[in-house]
């Protein structure tokens, strides 16, 4: 029977959640009050590698307020080490401490905590810890920290290499040496910060009663932390309790275990009261995970047609000094080789990948995870190759994707990409946006001078990737499945709880419109709880685009069993055949007539009115189910984007006029949510490219401190964008839905860097396109200091108006500057 | 990012803000809108003993035009000035420039006198003081003094002003009639402190030749510049394409940046030069305009 009611499933339905985020009624960590809680300042390193050779706190601890003064020493014992494993070959896990202990390995790294009766007296005491640093010698190129001389930043390790991996299919130096075109570049992009609304932020409170430890964590994945401190403190999940209330976005930097998170912990345990920490900016641009540091020596060679022969790459991944837990520092770097080839048929291909440990901040997810700079290795040198062609980009790239029917692809790293609109998207990016009209319009503003330049990029991403490919790198957790209980209560609501938790993405609006459309509720019906270990079993949390199709399956999953029941009651109740009973609109009816019960009647009688149900049903029926969802493989999700820029030649700003992105996200469940992820996605993806870069200096000291100098796009510099959702059903997964989430950063680096290459007629290679790089590239500056430079300018002079180390007082007649340090 | 202890005090008149400065000789500061002062307190790149608040002080604040000139108040707010009518009548330059000063937030509570005062070397309203010839208003313990602007600014964040004065307002000396201006700015991001910024006014002679031009550069010095050499260039000049380029290049020259994270000595002079010649070759275009209006002719 066809269903012709228009589905809740596919309706632009407005966030559920928005009036509460919007008016300031949402709860995060730091609204959180508690009596009696303590306040956490933290000692950070101002060295970037270094011996700690004396710690003083005695002035610290006699500091008004302050409850205590803890550092490495006092740690011992506290928990089991923290240690990211891997089952991959070569993989060198390094242990990440609480606290420094002997040695510091970046300079923001945390070295003694404050407890004080408030922040304020925290930060006052913190200024009084006296931290004697011997400093070591620091290799903080990626490159130079792979040579087996390298300063060791672990020495229990043999070398500062975490990883080294091949993937390899074919043979790409034989496919090179036939090609009649081969083209290469280094590609690099700035190391980036997700930057997220809100800062980091953990309360812990024990209940000494009842033995109970809650952590309230900004986190992505209260299931994974719950599961991590459960085995680091020794306690069993039903006394350990992990909440992510709202949260202000997380972009992946909140999906892996933080240090401060197990502290917190361990102190409100120890003493007994309330202990809160909310990272301050400066402390997130140092101690957040950061992402995108990978150097990609890449060659491509394709024939005289512009059919790709062969691709070979060396990444080395700037993976900082730890790796984070539960992902690896090989997070990152790993799926920039996995991914290089993107959405095409490469026949031969060989990369090699290495993450390099260096004194700073640790490196993880960050959406995309891998992609963005592989994708603009790739869609680079496909430009590169059409150019030296004289082919179109639009051309080079029809001749390449991977075709409707040769899929399922087989990548030559081994990913499979599924049936979905490879091709499809470039021609509807390319029909959006007035490609053909665009080529014209572009080569008459040439003739007046004007810069103009288009931009295309292609990518195909796997998304909601299941337990067969997630047991691959063989971490101690399972991201392949997940699970939900849906139950009517006694009064007919309906509450759906999930393993999933939201950062905003509005997660509530969308399971919401799909338990009520597999159950026959009403939106308004239906309650979303996420975020809460103790809510379910078992449950990781939101990250590498799997929430609509894990949690949107289990949601299907789940209601559909309860429906189940929910038609059994209702048969007897109704007194009616199962199959006539129909359940819409948060009713059950009997098809064909007038008979019907609300949710509320059917509640009343199932849980209530004993006597009208029989005692076997009554016991069976409990209006409850669970489900568990495991799309076992995972799904593709493809799209294209189409950029257009106008670069100012003397000036060197780049304006980004339009900006069509066309995806296909499968089954779009609410196309207003799925065209704000691509909104998002892509003004971090031109963040990447034109504006954020975290710069540390030779010797490791972080120069981009503040959110002066670390650059982060403002509404101004964002476009508005055309999005095109494609919908090619995925029948991989039960919802038919492919993940969206991470797309707009994937495509927009790469997107926008070939449409200023156009603009400009050279190569680019190196992101973000600052006015300083450009000025490099074709300006003046191309005399002054070669073609390229390898990062910022780097100088420090006035200006960079609140660098970590930097004190010009400002106001009258101050002009002292030099370094501070935060302990002497 | 919490500041570190002071004391708080709020003055009631310029002389109580001023005894209080002289009492404590270097441990006060004022605040004003707070938008300098409080990031650098949080970042407790300062430790003043007293923070003496001047929000309430009236009559500090206000925009009135008086014999030939507009005269501002220290603490009027920057939107104050870009919705002034005076301002935007008389000095659409400033108006424009004042634009670019952060954002509407910021604006709405930072203000003239906390912004000379502070002196960053990428502040609009600095350089506006120096082109349009301001009279800086100080009041000390010795009693008020003027200073020109040009005297007033002496390196990055450093003023002429003592531990115990402080700025109460400026006059702006109204511009002839026929003065055409120009406003150009580079900035990473719109509301951030520019790489580098120009500002122009030129006034014509009845001939068409420049009868005054004034040309002042940020960004790209410790302290905003007058560009003189530029100036005299161009007196006695028709303003054609050949004369305005060679003082941008004159601006060029007169310039000492530094290198930063955000741009290079390098750019920033190359900067210079191209914001000079459009900002001078704007103040051209419109000093022509305003001309053939009051002739009631074309532009000569
Ligand atoms: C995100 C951001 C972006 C910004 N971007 C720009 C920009 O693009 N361009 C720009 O020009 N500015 C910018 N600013 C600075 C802003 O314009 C400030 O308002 C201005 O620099 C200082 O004014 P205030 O009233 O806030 O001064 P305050 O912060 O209160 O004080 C600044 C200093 O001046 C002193 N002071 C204040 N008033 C007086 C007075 N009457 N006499 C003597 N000393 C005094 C104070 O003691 C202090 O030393 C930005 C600020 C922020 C936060």
Same mark, same amino acid.
């Given at each position: 029977?066809?269903?012709?009611?228009?589905?809740?499933?596919?309706?632009?339905?407005?966030?559920?959640?928005?009036?509460?985020?919007?008016?300031?009624?949402?709860?995060?960590?730091?609204?959180?009050?508690?009596?009696?809680?303590?306040?956490?300042?933290?000692?950070?390193?101002?060295?970037?590698?270094?011996?700690?050779?004396?710690?003083?706190?005695?002035?610290?601890?006699?500091?008004?307020?302050?409850?205590?003064?803890?550092?490495?020493?006092?740690?011992?014992?506290?928990?089991?080490?923290?240690?990211?494993?891997?089952?991959?070959?070569?993989?060198?896990?390094?242990?990440?401490?609480?606290?420094?202990?002997?040695?510091?390995?970046? =300079?923001?790294? /945390?070295? &003694? #905590?404050?407890?004080?009766?408030?922040?304020? @007296?925290? !930060? %006052?005491? $913190?200024?009084? +810890?006296?931290?004697?640093?011997?400093?070591?010698?620091? =290799?903080?190129? /990626?490159? &130079? #920290?792979?040579?087996?001389?390298?300063?060791? @930043?672990? !020495? %229990?390790? $043999?070398?500062? +290499?975490?990883?080294?991996?091949?993937?390899?299919?074919?043979?790409?130096?034989?496919?090179? #040496?036939?090609?009649?075109?081969?083209?290469?570049?280094?590609?690099?992009?700035?190391?980036?910060?997700?930057?997220?609304?809100?800062?980091?932020?953990?309360?812990?409170?024990?209940?000494?009663?009842?033995?109970?430890?809650?952590?309230?964590?900004?986190?992505?994945?209260?299931?994974?932390?719950?599961?991590?401190?459960?085995?680091?403190?020794?306690?069993?999940?039903?006394?350990?309790?992990?909440?992510?209330?709202?949260?202000?976005?997380?972009?992946?930097?909140?999906?892996?275990?933080?240090?401060?998170?197990?502290?917190?912990?361990?102190?409100?345990?120890?003493?007994?009261?309330?202990?809160?920490?909310?990272?301050?900016?400066?402390?997130?641009?140092?101690?957040?995970?950061?992402?995108?540091?990978?150097?990609?020596?890449?060659?491509?060679?394709?024939?005289?047609?512009?059919?790709?022969?062969?691709?070979?790459?060396?990444?080395?991944?700037?993976?900082?000094?730890?790796?984070?837990?539960?992902?690896?520092?090989?997070?990152?770097?790993?799926?920039?080789?996995?991914?290089?080839?993107?959405?095409?048929?490469?026949?031969?291909?060989?990369?090699?990948?290495?993450?390099?440990?260096?004194?700073?901040?640790?490196?993880?997810?960050?959406?995309?995870?891998?992609?963005?700079?592989?994708?603009?290795?790739?869609?680079?040198?496909?430009?590169?190759?059409?150019?030296?062609?004289?082919?179109?980009?639009?051309?080079?790239?029809?001749?390449?994707?991977?075709?409707?029917?040769?899929?399922?692809?087989?990548?030559?790293?081994?990913?499979?990409?599924?049936?979905?609109?490879?091709?499809?998207?470039?021609?509807?990016?390319?029909?959006?946006?007035?490609?053909?009209?665009?080529?014209?319009?572009?080569?008459?503003?040439?003739?007046?001078?004007?810069?103009?330049?288009?931009?295309?990029?292609?990518?195909?991403?796997?998304?909601?990737?299941?337990?067969?490919?997630?047991?691959?790198?063989?971490?101690?957790?399972?991201?392949?499945?997940?699970?939900?209980?849906?139950?009517?209560?006694?009064?007919?609501?309906?509450?759906?709880?999930?393993?999933?938790?939201?950062?905003?993405?509005?997660?509530?609006?969308?399971?919401?419109?799909?338990?009520?459309?597999?159950?026959?509720?009403?939106?308004?019906?239906?309650?979303?709880?996420?975020?809460?270990?103790?809510?379910?079993?078992?449950?990781?949390?939101?990250?590498?685009?799997?929430?609509?199709?894990?949690?949107?399956?289990?949601?299907?999953?789940?209601?559909?069993?309860?429906?189940?029941?929910?038609?059994?009651?209702?048969?007897?109740?109704?007194?009616?055949?199962?199959?006539?009973?129909?359940?819409?609109?948060?009713?059950?009816?009997?098809?064909?007539?007038?008979?019907?019960?609300?949710?509320?009647?059917?509640?009343?009688?199932?849980?209530?009115?004993?006597?009208?149900?029989?005692?076997?049903?009554?016991?069976?029926?409990?209006?409850e189910a669970t489900g568990v969802y495991d799309p076992f493989w995972g799904t593709t999700s493809p799209a294209t984007h189409a950029a257009l820029v106008e670069v100012d030649p003397e000036t060197f700003e780049v304006e980004v006029l339009r900006y069509v992105v066309a995806e296909d996200c499968g089954r779009v469940i609410n196309p207003l949510i799925a065209d704000g992820q691509v909104h998002g996605g892509v003004a971090q993806g031109i963040g990447a490219a034109l504006f954020e870069e975290m710069v540390h200096d030779p010797s490791g000291q972080l120069l981009t401190a503040s959110f002066v100098d670390y650059v982060v796009p403002s509404a101004a510099e964002i476009p508005s964008m055309e999005v095109e959702h494609l919908e090619t059903s995925a029948e991989n997964n039960v919802g038919g839905f492919r993940g969206i989430g991470e797309g707009g950063t994937i495509g927009a680096p790469a997107a926008v860097a070939n449409a200023i290459a156009d603009a400009l007629g050279v190569e680019i290679e190196e992101l973000p396109a600052t006015p300083e790089r450009l000025f490099r590239l074709i300006g003046p500056g191309r005399r002054a200091a070669g073609a390229r430079m390898e990062t910022g300018p780097g100088g420090r002079g006035r200006g960079n108006r609140f660098t970590a180390n930097q004190t010009n007082s400002g106001g009258r007649s101050e002009s002292g500057s030099g370094p501070t340090r935060q302990s002497k | 990012m919490k500041p570190p202890p002071f004391d708080y005090a709020r003055a009631d008149s310029v002389d109580e803000a001023v005894s209080l400065l002289a009492h404590h000789r270097g441990g006060a500061k004022l605040l004003a809108g707070g938008q300098s002062l409080v990031p650098m307190l949080n970042f407790r790149l300062l430790h003043p003993a007293l923070l003496v608040d001047v929000n309430r002080i009236s009559g500090l604040a206000g925009i009135e035009e008086r014999n030939g000139a507009l005269r501002i108040g220290a603490l009027t707010r920057h939107r104050q000035i870009e919705v002034s009518r005076a301002v935007g009548d008389h000095f659409p330059v400033l108006r424009t420039a004042v634009r670019h000063v952060a954002h509407l937030a910021i604006r709405n509570r930072g203000t003239l006198g906390g912004s000379l005062a502070h002196a960053d070397p990428a502040a609009e309203l600095p350089m506006m003081a120096l082109l349009l010839d301001a009279k800086i208003e100080i009041s000390g313990p010795n009693g008020p003094r003027r200073l020109e602007a040009r005297e007033f600014f002496r390196s990055a964040l450093t003023t002429a002003l003592d531990d115990a004065e402080m700025v109460t307002g400026v006059e702006l000396p109204l511009l002839p009639p026929a003065t055409g201006w120009g406003f150009e700015e580079v900035a990473r991001r719109a509301g951030d402190f520019a790489l580098a910024a120009a500002a122009a006014t030129l006034t014509l002679a009845a001939g068409g030749k420049v009868a005054e031009a004034r040309l002042a550069i940020m960004g790209a010095h410790e302290f905003p510049l007058r560009i003189a050499a530029a100036e005299a260039r161009l007196a006695g000049e028709a303003p054609c394409s050949g004369a305005l380029g060679a003082a941008a290049k004159a601006a060029r020259e007169a310039v000492e940046p530094d290198d930063d994270l955000h741009a290079s000595a390098d750019l920033r002079r190359h900067l210079v030069e191209v914001l000079a010649r459009r900002a001078l070759e704007s103040a051209a275009r419109r000093a022509r305009e305003l001309a053939a209006q009051v002739t009631g002719g074309r532009a000569p």
């Open positions: 029977m066809t269903n012709l009611r228009p589905g809740l499933i596919g309706a632009r339905v407005q966030r559920l959640e928005d009036p509460r985020l919007l008016a300031g009624r949402g709860c995060y960590v730091d609204d959180l009050r508690r009596t009696g809680a303590l306040h956490v300042a933290f000692c950070r390193s101002d060295e970037s590698h270094a011996r700690i050779l004396r710690i003083d706190t005695s002035e610290a601890a006699r500091a008004p307020g302050v409850a205590a003064v803890v550092t490495a020493a006092d740690l011992e014992g506290a928990c089991r080490p923290l240690r990211a494993t891997s089952r991959m070959p070569s993989y060198q896990a390094t242990e990440l401490p609480v606290l420094a202990g002997d040695k510091v390995r970046y =300079a923001g790294e /945390p070295v &003694a #905590a404050v407890l004080a009766e408030s922040r304020y @007296l925290a !930060e %006052d005491a $913190a200024e009084r +810890v006296a931290i004697d640093y011997e400093p070591l010698p620091a =290799a903080t190129d /990626p490159e &130079a #920290a792979l040579a087996p001389d390298a300063p060791r @930043l672990h !020495e %229990d390790l $043999a070398s500062n +290499v975490i990883v080294d991996r091949e993937f390899a299919r074919g043979d790409a130096e034989a496919a090179l #040496a036939g090609a009649a075109v081969r083209v290469s570049g280094c590609f690099r992009m700035g190391r980036k910060t997700p930057a997220a609304i809100e800062n980091r932020g953990y309360l812990a409170e024990y209940d000494e009663g009842r033995r109970r430890l809650t952590l309230h964590s900004c986190t992505q994945v209260p299931g994974i932390v719950r599961d991590a401190l459960a085995e680091l403190l020794d306690l069993p999940g039903h006394r350990l309790r992990v909440v992510a209330p709202d949260v202000g976005g997380g972009f992946g930097a909140k999906v892996s275990l933080y240090r401060e998170e197990v502290l917190v912990s361990i102190l409100a345990r120890r003493l007994g009261r309330p202990v809160k920490w909310t990272s301050d900016r400066r402390e997130d641009l140092m101690s957040t995970t950061q992402a995108f540091d990978e150097v990609v020596r890449a060659e491509l060679g394709v024939d005289e047609d512009g059919a790709i022969l062969g691709l070979r790459a060396e990444i080395v991944g700037d993976v900082g000094a730890y790796s984070v837990y539960p992902w690896t520092a090989a997070v990152e770097p790993v799926q920039v080789a996995s991914f290089l080839s993107g959405p095409y048929r490469v026949p031969d291909y060989r990369g090699r990948v290495r993450a390099a440990a260096t004194p700073k901040p640790p490196t993880g997810a960050y959406r995309g995870v891998g992609r963005p700079p592989a994708v603009f290795a790739m869609e680079r040198l496909l430009d590169m190759a059409a150019r030296r062609l004289g082919m179109d980009p639009r051309d080079i790239r029809r001749r390449n994707l991977v075709r409707d029917g040769e899929f399922p692809y087989r990548a030559p790293s081994g990913l499979v990409w599924d049936r979905a609109a490879f091709t499809g998207c470039l021609e509807r990016a390319c029909e959006t946006i007035g490609y053909d009209e665009l080529r014209e319009m572009q080569a008459a503003a040439r003739a007046e001078g004007r810069r103009i330049g288009i931009g295309l990029a292609s990518y195909a991403e796997l998304t909601g990737v299941g337990s067969r490919i997630a047991v691959a790198p063989g971490m101690p957790i399972n991201t392949g499945t997940e699970s939900a209980a849906i139950r009517i209560d006694s009064t007919g609501a309906v509450t759906a709880t999930f393993g999933v938790s939201s950062q905003g993405q509005g997660i509530e609006t969308t399971l919401a419109q799909v338990v009520a459309e597999e159950l026959g509720a009403r939106l308004e019906d239906v309650e979303i709880v996420h975020g809460d270990s103790a809510a379910l079993s078992h449950g990781t949390g939101t990250y590498a685009s799997r929430s609509a199709i894990q949690a949107g399956g289990a949601a299907i999953v789940c209601a559909r069993s309860l429906r189940e029941k929910v038609i059994e009651a209702a048969s007897h109740l109704l007194e009616s055949a199962p199959a006539d009973i129909e359940v819409t609109g948060g009713a059950v009816s009997v098809a064909g007539t007038d008979r019907r019960m609300s949710f509320r009647e059917l509640a009343r009688a199932v849980y209530t009115e004993m006597g009208r149900l029989p005692r076997e049903v009554r016991e069976r029926v409990d209006l | -």
